[in-house]
């Protein structure tokens, strides 16, 4: 498994197990306190089985870890009530950027969930050399890397994976295949999945035609929730005196994808990634990490098949948008007293065009330049100290120093209608200039063998997007097409935005069985986040006529204050096993979050309420069996400005069975198993059918719902 520097995170949800026990789902790595957390082998198995929203969906059960629901590939992680562009996130090391106003390609849907190997999460005091232009933890994703040979026996192996799940019809199919010598390796992947609109675990609305002209819904069925997509992974590598040289080049296609809680569907997608990487351990210990890289996404939206196609004389409404993320990032390491000292610098530009071809009627004559030129640029130099101080103490102690610059080109509307706003804005000056001071220092220490602890003081500092800074339009149809919260509201932008400065305190404590029969942590912390970027009313004379009446709202983003406090608790307690069942565990987990805009007082938006989970795991020879209860409780705190929708608690019941016998693997299993209707707190509204794109097409107050009972099966093969 490859490892990454050391840095402090949150609490493990359990500990490494012994041989011949169940294994955890989260483990830590054995570094003493100062440890990241990772997902293993055998947890990631488990959850590419089971996953539904893409590779996002691997971080479920991890402490203060939620999703929120958008397409069938692309939901987004949301850790300790932070989320989207707010995490750092990097996809086998590349740091794509989202090329989308509604972010539908945001960085987790690049990655697909069969072809993932391993993942690593920093969530609380995020070190600098991992940290930079984030509010929250950084995640980092990784694919299978080729393999050398040892010993002088080449490796030739053929990897097979056949999944199918029967709420939705989804299918997955992944084939892949290495060859590895002494000095060379390759290794190729391809993962293709479908699949149709997925129901609810009951009737939400009425049975009927998606639209006008459109076929026809049940009335458990969710409406634009089909998707389809194609990854495929060419990776060498190269072994030399030098080093180790490493390219990856990733390419992802999607014919379609529906997306229910946003006002159209993405149409046309296509990625393309490139990144090479040299690793050189010198004779001293020093080593030596480099990367190049470069994301290029093109991106077209428009309607589905669900959704209303003709708007008077317009044939659609066209959008379409093309990103290049790319970057340069070195790290040296090496020895340092009684510890490891690092120092790093990285480079990153991302470069955006987004327009809207003229589909007729208002939609026309010209196309419509939402974006046009857009760049956002940062450069960084960061050094820190990780290691054993006096008494036994661990200690991480990093600064770093961060440069963004942003600017945007002019734009101009459909047509004379648009001409003075596109006026005004051309007119201002838009290129922003930004610097960042980032810090973190954590100190760990374990007073007797099975009780640590760990405190973590961290500043992170995040400039805005360039969505939250340069949409121009206050027109109601331009607002809709920028939203990026699933919330069905309209976003203006605004240049003016300050970079957020977020301050956070942490603590874990972990207390467990030295022989490994229990385990439990408990982790609070504490966020105080400056110029935090939330929502204000539009003040356009437009938007304020239209937030007059009820239903979604038209809104610009603001500097507020903020703040986040939350308490994660797990604990693992090993049972008496019956006769015939070699090993018994219970694991149970909970979250609790309290987020407010202090100057307004109003709730944060995406914010989850108390949740938690509840597993019984037994294993019997080469078979595990694992019932749990998924639990979330009802969330009346919500975003007033943005006009959220309160949902209820609920509680799930998942059943998942796993065998496998060298390197075959079995996964069978039951979603959601008694059917219950439940509608996640982050998902937003229900906008699948109908005019979606019109101010009243589609009803507000609909909560998007998850999916009822799902039976699904995984069976995998290596050669």
């Not at 072994?239 to 390219?247: C, I, K, T, V, W």
């Not at 990634?273 to 351990?281: F, G, N, P």
């Not at 080109?409 to 200039?433: C, H, I, L, M, T």
């Not at 997007?465 to 121009?472: A, K, V």
């Amino acid at each position: 498994m490859r490892r990454f520097p050391l840095a402090l995170a949150l609490i493990a949800a359990g500990t490494p197990v012994a041989a011949g026990e169940i294994e955890d789902v989260i483990v830590t790595a054995p570094a003493g306190p100062l440890a990241t957390h990772l997902l293993d082998e055998q947890a990631l198995a488990a959850r590419r089985a089971s996953a539904t929203g893409g590779a996002a969906a691997l971080l479920r059960g991890l402490p203060g870890a939620a999703l929120r629901p958008a397409g069938g590939t692309s939901a987004l992680p949301v850790v300790r009530g932070l989320a989207d562009e707010r995490l750092r996130v990097r996809i086998d090391g590349a740091e794509p950027v989202a090329s989308c106003p509604n972010h539908m390609n945001a960085p987790f849907s690049l990655a697909a969930p069969a072809l993932v190997e391993e993942v690593t999460a920093w969530i609380s005091a995020v070190p600098v050399s991992q940290g930079g232009d984030s509010l929250g933890g950084t995640l980092v994703v990784e694919s299978p890397a080729p393999r050398f040979a040892e010993g002088g026996e080449a490796i030739r192996s053929l990897h097979l994976t056949s999944g199918y799940r029967d709420n939705g019809d989804g299918r997955t199919l992944a084939v892949g295949g290495e060859l590895g010598g002494e000095r060379l390796a390759v290794r190729y992947d391809l993962a293709v999945e479908k699949a149709l609109d997925y129901r609810a675990g009951g009737r939400f609305k009425a049975a009927g035609p998606a639209a006008a002209g459109r076929g026809w819904l049940a009335a458990d069925a969710v409406g634009s929730s089909a998707f389809e997509r194609r990854n495929q992974r060419l990776a060498l590598a190269a072994l030399s005196h030098a080093g180790r040289f490493e390219l990856d080049v990733g390419l992802r296609d999607i014919p379609f994808e529906g997306f229910p809680n946003q006002r159209m569907d993405l149409t046309a997608g296509q990625d393309r990634s490139y990144t090479l990487r040299h690793t050189h351990t010198f004779a001293d210990g020093t080593s030596w990490v480099a990367r190049l890289y470069r994301v290029d996404q093109r991106h077209e939206m428009n309607f589905g098949r669900d959704r209303q196609r003709f708007y008077g004389p317009a044939d659609g409404m066209p959008m379409e948008s093309e990103g290049v993320s790319e970057g340069i990032a070195t790290l040296v390491e090496r020895a340092a007293g009684a510890g490891r000292a690092r120092f790093g610098a990285e480079w990153h530009d991302f470069t955006y065009d987004e327009w809207w071809p003229p589909s007729g009627g208002m939609m026309g004559p010209e196309v419509f330049w939402n974006l046009r030129d857009g760049r956002r640029e940062r450069a960084a130099l960061f050094a820190e100290w990780e290691g054993a101080v006096e008494g036994d103490y661990r200690l991480l102690a990093g600064l770093r120093r961060e440069w963004v610059t942003a600017d945007a080109g002019p734009v101009q509307g459909y047509n004379a209608q648009f001409a003075a706003e596109a006026a005004a804005f051309n007119a201002r000056s838009r290129k922003r200039a930004e610097d960042h001071w980032d810090f973190a220092l954590a100190l760990g220490h374990a007073p007797f063998p099975g009780l640590r602890w760990e405190v973590g003081l961290t500043r992170k500092t995040r400039s805005p997007s360039l969505h939250e800074r340069y949409p121009w339009s206050s027109n109601g149809m331009a607002m809709r097409m920028v939203n990026f919260f699933g919330d069905g509201n309209g976003y203006l932008g605004n240049p003016d935005l300050e970079p957020e400065i977020a301050h956070t305190a942490s603590l874990a404590v972990t207390w467990e069985d030295p022989a490994g029969a229990w385990s439990w942590t408990a982790a609070p912390y504490y966020s105080w986040i400056e110029d935090y970027i939330d929502a204000v009313p539009c003040p356009a004379p437009a938007c304020v006529a239209a937030n007059a009446q009820p239903g979604f709202r038209y809104l610009t983003f603001a500097n507020q204050r903020a703040r986040l406090a939350g308490l994660d608790l797990a604990g693992r307690l090993r049972l008496p096993a019956p006769a015939g069942v070699d090993a018994l565990e219970l694991a149970a987990a909970a979250s609790y979050l309290d987020g407010e805009n202090e100057r307004t007082g109003d709730g944060l938006a995406g914010t989850m309420p108390l949740f938690g989970s509840l597993a019984l795991e037994a294993a019997k020879g080469l078979g595990r069996l694992r019932l749990e209860w998924e639990w979330v409780a009802d969330r009346d705190e919500v975003s007033r400005v943005r006009n959220e929708v309160p949902t209820a608690g609920y509680g799930l019941v998942h059943l998942r069975l796993s065998w496998q016998r060298g390197d075959l693997r079995l996964d069978l299993g039951a979603e959601n198993l008694l059917d219950t209707y439940h509608e996640s707190p982050l998902a937003g509204a229900y906008l699948g059918q109908g005019a979606t794109m019109s101010a009243a097409g589609a009803p507000w107050g609909v909560p998007l719902p998850g999916p009822g009972r799902a039976l699904y099966g995984v069976l995998s093969l290596t050669l």
